[in-house]
């Protein structure tokens, strides 16, 4: 394994940086996940399992030591620096840059430190899947909250391209030769003026999408 031997301490919680802890201990490294005693903000985040414990967790953690400390102790963040320190000198975190965790700070008691800080936005401001999607708009897509249904279902809305495009090439056979395109099938008449019919690929249920189109 490439990270094989290497040590890599984890101060973080949600997605971003336990996935790149995730990332590297599946690369070979001894990964060290630091949590607050009871557990980070995401320790009972769902789903969960019968017995109460978050899957979200576990599949973003396993493989990985676990080490839980009073983050608000300055004796446990000193223990934390230390950790971080003896070993290679690389912690992963999306806690705040700042105080006893920020590149300064380790810096001094580790000067070859790698502090690997994840960000929400690129200000360093905090941001995760649910803020982002709304402040693009994503919401909006089924039409506004106040009517209380969709206003323009997705799939239906994905679906419009496609049934353009077919009803389009069906008015140019109807233009050129003089029939109707009907279910994929061309009369024998359409075909010898060089019609021809493009098949797509399969679509749910077995059907396949039928692009007309007429040519000469």
Not at 25 to 38: C, H, K, N, T
Not at 144 to 153: D, L
Not at 169 to 175: D, G, I, P, T, Y
Request: glycine letters at 12%; charged letters at 20%; proline letters at 6%.
């Amino acid at each position: 394994m490439p990270l094989a031997g290497t040590t890599i301490v984890e101060v973080s919680s949600f997605v971003a940086a336990p996935l790149c802890g995730l990332t590297l201990s599946q690369l070979g490294a001894e990964v060290i996940r630091v949590d607050p005693i009871g557990g980070g903000a995401d320790a009972h985040r769902w789903p969960l399992s019968e017995s109460g414990a978050s899957l979200y967790w576990a599949g973003l953690n396993r493989g990985k030591k676990s080490v839980s400390v009073d983050l608000r102790s300055p004796d446990a963040q000193i223990l934390v620096q230390e950790l971080i320190a003896t070993g290679d000198g690389i912690v992963v975190t999306n806690s705040p840059n700042r105080g006893w965790l920020s590149y300064a700070a380790l810096s001094q008691r580790c000067p070859d430190v790698i502090h690997v800080h994840m960000v929400g936005r690129a200000d360093g401001s905090a941001g995760v899947d649910y803020t982002v999607n709304a402040a693009v708009g994503f919401p909006m897509v089924t039409g506004p909250s106040s009517i209380g249904e969709p206003a323009r279902h997705i799939r239906r809305t994905l679906q419009e391209p496609v049934d353009t495009e077919r009803r389009s090439r069906r008015r140019e056979a109807h233009a050129v030769l003089g029939v109707r395109v009907l279910h994929g099938r061309l009369p024998g008449r359409a075909r010898r003026h060089g019609a021809e019919i493009h098949r797509g690929p399969r679509l749910g249920r077995g059907r396949r999408r039928v692009l007309r189109h007429a040519v000469g």
